[in-house]
């Protein structure tokens, strides 16, 4: 498995933007699904956004168009832009990754906070 650290979350008003980044260590991303979880308070943790290792792209609907992950794998990091932010946007944000050549995500980093006031 490889470590995840998630960094970019903060406070932002309704309709702004952030940039959510997730650095990979111990093992490089090419050869893995990555992706963006989130988990709102009191509620389960939703898929938010995948690129595989083919670069298909996967968004769930409640982002799409507003939302772009997107991964350097020269950088070993995975990225979300995040527009038009919503208060229903609050939630801690987990990035994610397969193994090496695998499906499921079986990595995760420790989340980073975004919270949209409005």
């Known amino acids: 498995q490889v470590q995840l650290v998630e960094s970019g979350g903060g406070l932002v008003q309704a309709g702004g933007s952030l940039r959510l980044s997730c650095a990979a260590s111990?093992?490089?991303?090419?050869?893995?699904?990555v992706g963006w979880s989130r988990q709102a308070p009191g509620k389960e943790r939703e898929f938010v956004a995948s690129?595989?290792?083919?670069?298909?792209?996967k968004y769930a609907d409640s982002v799409l168009g507003r939302f772009t992950i997107s991964r350097d794998n020269a950088k070993n990091s995975v990225y979300l832009q995040m527009t038009s932010l919503k208060p229903e946007d609050t939630a801690i944000y987990y990035c994610?990754?397969?193994?090496?050549?695998?499906?499921?995500?079986?990595?995760w980093g420790q989340g980073t906070q975004v919270t949209v006031s409005s």
């Open positions: 111990g093992g490089t991303l090419n050869f893995r699904n």
């Open positions: 994610a990754a397969s193994g090496a050549f695998r499906t499921d995500f079986t990595s």
């Open positions: 690129v595989s290792r083919s670069a298909d792209l």
